[in-house]
């Protein structure tokens, strides 16, 4: 079975310090694409990152850097220098397959604190 | 990108009652997906929406509870039937294109 854990349920961290938030996956599948969204006060769902599992690499997208390891099966992200208008709910997500169904994680909801 | 369009964006209904919430897409897909958002809690799959034959639902949901069409590659609704209490909850469509999973604005349903 397809699993997607954020063991942390909520952050408060004060404006300009890094926070990382952790993502655990399970599948049997050597194939998959594993997703962070962000979902702000508004609502609305935002795409910010997608990776499958056959690149490993690192990525940085400006204050944005997310952290995928196959060995642990995590794919934490982290926010340098946070800003008040990162405060949301981000979840990290799961598929086997591309243009497929995603199996969220409960979400971290992350306040920044002015 | 893909454009999603849902209606209604809000509503308030009395219990007992159902609801049909339609989805828009912009351009031809072949699965559709509907899922509840829940107050505070994260996104759960209900079901995907294929064209031509009929939805496969995730566990914990049923057809009966909540009936989906498909009658082309752009359009889908979702009914919520028999509404409770239990049922207020954010509603969303979603679509993957290239790789990006894309939802609507959802539908926000607050039962009495």
């Known amino acids: 079975a397809q699993k997607v854990t954020q063991a942390q349920t909520e952050i408060s961290v004060v404006e300009k310090e890094d926070v990382t938030l952790d993502c655990v996956y399970e599948?049997?599948?050597?194939?998959?694409?594993l997703f962070w969204y962000k979902q702000p006060p508004s609502g609305e769902l935002v795409f910010l990152i997608r990776r499958n599992s056959f690149d490993e690499q690192n990525e940085i997208s400006g204050r944005y850097s997310w952290n995928f390891q196959k060995s642990t099966s995590s794919f934490n992200f982290t926010i340098t220098a946070s800003q008040v208008v990162d405060s949301a709910v981000y979840f990290c997500?799961?598929?086997?397959?591309?243009?497929?169904?995603?199996?969220f994680g409960k979400g971290t909801r992350l306040h920044i604190l002015p | 990108s893909a454009v999603i369009s849902q209606k209604p964006s809000r509503d308030i209904c009395q219990r007992g009652t159902s609801l049909t919430i339609q989805c828009q897409v912009d351009s031809q897909v072949t699965m559709m997906f509907w899922y509840r958002q829940q107050p505070g809690q994260s996104l759960t799959l209900i079901a995907t929406a294929n064209q031509g034959s009929e939805a496969t639902y995730e566990s914990g949901f049923v057809i009966d509870k909540f009936p989906i069409s498909r009658p082309n590659l752009t359009f889908s609704t979702l009914t919520v039937s028999n509404m409770s209490p239990e049922d207020s909850s954010i509603y969303l469509c979603s679509v993957g294109r290239a790789g990006e999973l894309f939802f609507g604005e959802g539908s926000r349903l607050t039962v009495l």
């Open positions: 997500a799961l598929t086997m397959n591309r243009d497929d169904k995603i199996i």
């Open positions: 599948t049997r599948d050597t194939t998959y694409y």
